[in-house]
């Protein structure tokens, strides 16, 4: 990974990383509507783009601490996507949270 390509490699993280969220409050709302499969599907298409994120970003982490990178004036942005990948993450496991508490709520409902 080269210096320069630090800004494209945050954008990377922050556009997989961002689909991946998009893709979890879907399920979210798909499965409030019963939709349980295109819930399911919005979850494994998450799942994809955060992975995807997250193996940027850890490229991004081996590089470094190979002492192969400054980050220089892209220190903001990279924090600006480690953020990002942050939120996902927890947008992820929030998104599993509510898909069973509302798969539990409909098996009562009957």
Do not use: P
């Not at 990377?12 to 879907?26: E, T």
């Amino acid at each position: 990974m080269e210096v320069d390509n630090l800004e494209t490699v945050a954008f990377q993280i922050i556009s997989n990383v961002g689909s991946a969220r998009s893709c979890y409050i879907g399920a979210i709302q798909a499965a409030r509507e019963g939709r349980r499969e295109e819930a399911q599907e919005l979850m494994r298409e998450g799942k994809e783009q955060f992975v995807e994120g997250h193996h940027i970003h850890m490229d991004l982490l081996t590089k470094s601490a190979e002492g192969g990178l400054d980050m220089g004036a892209w220190g903001m942005l990279i924090m600006h996507a480690e953020d990002q990948l942050m939120s996902a993450e927890a947008f992820g496991i929030l998104a599993e949270e509510f898909m069973e508490l509302y798969e539990l709520m409909y098996k009562k409902e009957g």
